[in-house]
């Protein structure tokens, strides 16, 4: 697929405001690593390529093991993903699949019992920011390069 728009070049002010938000995630307390994780299981859900390969790279070099990147699309079915993880990966398909499930207070409660208030506000903005990104990614058919 060929690339729709270059983005950051026609719309540099845009594409430093994304650049803000992912700035202060990297800042706000919540694990890297947990975030990555959030960020990698929304980008299955909607299939986009670019962030796929992407953050599948960041966990690599975090030391993410190759069994739960290959498990992750089945979290539920295995024993490798801890409670918080699991609050975390329950919320992040809620908020993604909205339109299906409306955030249930089910995939909400979950949450207190392993996350601060700012901490569930952080988990929801990274989610809401990678659901935005992949928009991004899938709707200007961005894809990533072969290594």
Request: net charge positive; hydrophobic share 45%; glycine share 4%.
């Amino acid at each position: 697929m060929k690339r729709r728009v270059q983005f950051a070049a026609v719309a540099p002010d845009g594409t430093k405001a994304l650049r803000a938000v992912h700035g202060y995630l990297q800042e706000c307390g919540l694990a890297r690593e947990l975030i990555e994780l959030v960020n990698l299981r929304v980008s299955q859900i909607n299939g986009c390529a670019y962030c796929l390969d992407l953050h599948c790279r960041e966990l690599r070099k975090m030391g993410e093991k190759q069994q739960r990147l290959d498990c992750l699309a089945a979290w539920r079915e295995v024993p490798f993903f801890s409670e918080r993880e699991r609050a975390a990966l329950a919320w992040a398909e809620s908020l993604t699949r909205i339109d299906r499930t409306a955030a249930p207070d089910a995939d909400y409660e979950p949450l207190a019992a392993h996350f601060s208030e700012k901490e569930i506000a952080d988990l929801t903005f990274a989610i809401a920011n990678m659901n935005m990104m992949n928009r991004v990614g899938v709707g200007l058919r961005m894809t990533p390069k072969a290594v």
